[in-house]
């Protein structure tokens, strides 16, 4: 069964951290592009960041610049998305999408929507 299951979401006090995974079975991810998009109450999905499947460039949302980081463990079919100096404006529910033949600008590229593959979510909230 081909999948993504996103995990590591919760509760977290401004300037907190976070890891997110994005686990895939069924597929092998390294041969994807893979992105996080988020939806925030009441606007649109954004694409947050993602990661070539060619070289494993990034793209980053102006937003999240310098605060996230995206990356690949190819031995556990896992892309991970740490977020450091975490904002209240971050919070929203988390997916993990990927694509075989999207380039990772693209997917990152408004409105973020096409992709093979979704998750069905991880829940952030950032909050004292």
């Known amino acids: 069964q081909v999948q993504l299951v996103e995990s590591g979401g919760g509760l977290v006090q401004p300037g907190g951290s976070l890891r997110l995974s994005c686990a895939a079975s069924?597929?092998?991810?390294?041969?994807?592009?893979v992105g996080w998009v988020r939806q925030a109450p009441g606007k649109e999905r954004e694409g947050v960041s993602c990661?070539?499947?060619?070289?494993?460039?990034?793209v980053y949302a102006d937003s999240v610049k310098g605060r996230f980081t995206i990356s690949r463990d190819k031995s556990k079919n896992t892309v991970y998305l740490q977020m450091n100096s975490l904002k209240p404006e971050d919070t929203a529910v988390y997916y993990c999408?990927?694509?075989?033949?999207?380039?990772?600008?693209?997917?990152?590229?408004?409105?973020?929507?096409?992709?093979?593959?979704w998750g069905k979510g991880t829940l952030v909230t950032v909050s004292s």
């Open positions: 999408a990927a694509d075989y033949i999207m380039s990772h600008q693209a997917m990152c590229a408004p409105p973020p929507i096409g992709m093979d593959h």
């Open positions: 069924g597929f092998t991810l390294e041969h994807y592009t």
């Open positions: 990661i070539s499947n060619k070289d494993n460039s990034t």
